[in-house]
């Protein structure tokens, strides 16, 4: 399994970024996908997730500014961010819980990570 994560880069306070991450390999169904970030100095945290039905769950700092979607036949989890600010800054990670063919099992995977910068 291989999650390939793209759309990082500098942007300044108030501008916009749309990341994605895409998964490939033998991946039979994607249950939840995600969106971490971690910030120099801080605990990687959840930005937000989706299932694989389409429900949401944002962390409040980004609530009304970012949003989590998903192309399900692309195997491509989108984070469009809005409104960023400076605290915003950081590197942000995919993680999909999946189900592989032949197996039962759930097992999740994390992406390498993109950073973001928010700075004018």
């Known amino acids: 399994v291989q999650l390939q994560a793209s759309g990082g880069g500098l942007v300044q306070p108030g501008g916009s970024l749309r990341l994605s991450c895409s998964a490939s390999g033998s991946i039979f169904r994607i249950n939840s996908m995600n969106w971490y970030r971690q910030a120099p100095g801080k605990q990687r945290e959840l930005v937000a997730d989706i299932t694989k039905d389409g429900n949401t769950n944002y962390a409040d700092s980004v609530k009304e500014r970012f949003t989590i979607s998903r192309d399900n036949a692309r195997k491509t989890v989108y984070l469009q961010m809005n409104s960023l600010k400076p605290e915003d800054t950081a590197v942000y990670y995919c993680?999909?819980?999946?189900?592989?063919?032949?197996?039962?099992?759930?097992?999740?995977?994390w992406g390498q990570g993109t950073l973001v910068t928010v700075s004018s």
């Open positions: 993680k999909i819980s999946y189900v592989e063919y032949g197996s039962v099992w759930s097992k999740e995977y």
